[in-house]
């Protein structure tokens, strides 16, 4: 009994010894599955603005890390590791939106840090597109022996309910701030002075065409919270209005270029925008509160 004991101890701790790096977990809050092939990681994690976060759902512009922390397993070339990492996006169909090359083509001469941390960052805008799911993966590789490590996270993006649209007869594919100097999307509402500002419209349609041209109005109103006035547009279309504008271009991205210079404001500026049809009474009216800092 002794002898049969013995045996099967010790061939459970060879057969776990052969699948020390083979790995697969599950993050059951975020849906994050990674597994592991010869690489092992410690902990795969997620950060939005600095900061972990347990949440698989996104505002359209926003971007997000995935940080692979103490990655081991790599073959050395005088004890340096040479990873390779991959980062590709699906939709729902299944079809590739969005693929990166290698992230890790700069370490010709590998790496040699202890331990060694990976992360990748996705922002979530075009192709990508909100009120839709898709799924984000990632691979990690050893570019001197077999070992890889995988992960793979459905996730989903939503508008920024910080930004109030109302339409009649007019459809658009996103409404969002964008920030010039920060080359970001603007999820919270926080500008700076100075700060170039584009509230930017893609995907609009609904307006009648006259000889393969539109004519749209765009009045734009900014008041603080002393209802003082401090950016008035009537239209900023006014110049188009007998020429017209072509459609595809009026379609692709139209915004509203805003910036607030030095001085008092009584915090939070009401922004409000107003795009027309001059052939009919479409618009769509976008609202949105920002604190200037």
Same mark, same amino acid.
């Given at each position: 009994m002794t002898?049969?004991?013995? @045996?099967t101890l010790m061939f459970s701790l060879a057969f776990l010894s052969c699948d020390f790096r083979k790995s697969v977990n599950k993050d059951l809050t975020t849906g994050l599955i990674t597994k592991g092939d010869g690489l092992s990681c410690e902990e795969v994690w997620l950060s939005v603005n600095e900061e972990k976060v347990e949440r698989n759902?996104? =505002? +359209?512009?926003? $971007? !997000?890390?995935?940080? !692979?922390?103490?990655?081991? &397993? !790599?073959?050395? =070339?005088?004890?340096? %590791?040479?990873? &390779?990492?991959l980062m590709w996006v699906t939709d729902e169909a299944g079809d590739t939106v969005f693929q990166t090359e290698d992230m890790c083509a700069a370490y010709d001469n590998g790496l040699n840090l202890s331990p060694?941390?990976?992360?990748?960052?996705? @922002? %979530? &805008?075009? *192709?990508?597109?909100?009120?839709?799911? +898709?799924? =984000?993966?990632?691979?990690?590789w050893d570019k001197k022996d077999k070992g890889t490590f995988t992960a793979e996270m *459905?996730?989903?993006?939503?508008?920024?309910?910080?930004?109030?649209?109302?339409?009649?007869? $007019?459809?658009?594919?996103?409404?969002?701030?964008?920030?010039?100097?920060?080359?970001?999307?603007?999820?919270?509402?926080?500008?700076?002075?100075?700060?170039? %500002?584009?509230?930017?419209f893609e995907g609009l349609s609904g307006f009648i065409e006259d000889n393969g041209t539109v004519f749209p109005g765009l009045k734009f109103l900014a008041t603080d919270n002393s209802n003082n006035i401090i950016i008035d547009y009537p239209d900023l279309f006014s110049s188009y209005t007998e020429t017209g504008i072509s459609p595809v271009d009026f379609k692709t991205q139209i915004y509203v270029n805003m910036k607030f210079t030095q001085g008092?404001?009584?915090?939070?500026?009401?922004?409000? @925008?107003?795009? !027309?049809d001059k052939k009919s009474n479409s618009n769509i009216k976008v609202s949105t509160y920002v604190n200037v800092y």
């Open positions: 002898t049969q004991i013995l @045996t759902t996104f =505002v +359209y512009g926003e $971007i !997000f890390y995935l940080h !692979f922390s103490n990655i081991e &397993g !790599f073959s050395k =070339v005088d004890e340096n %590791v040479f990873p &390779g990492m060694l941390l990976l992360k990748a960052n996705l @922002t %979530v &805008g075009n *192709p990508m597109h909100s009120n839709h799911k +898709y799924t =984000v993966f990632i691979k990690i *459905p996730f989903n993006i939503i508008e920024n309910d910080k930004i109030s649209i109302v339409k009649n007869n $007019i459809s658009y594919n996103e409404i969002y701030l964008y920030s010039v100097d920060r080359d970001k999307a603007i999820i919270d509402g926080s500008v700076a002075f100075n700060e170039s %500002v584009y509230l930017i008092e404001i009584n915090n939070p500026i009401h922004c409000e @925008t107003l795009i !027309f």
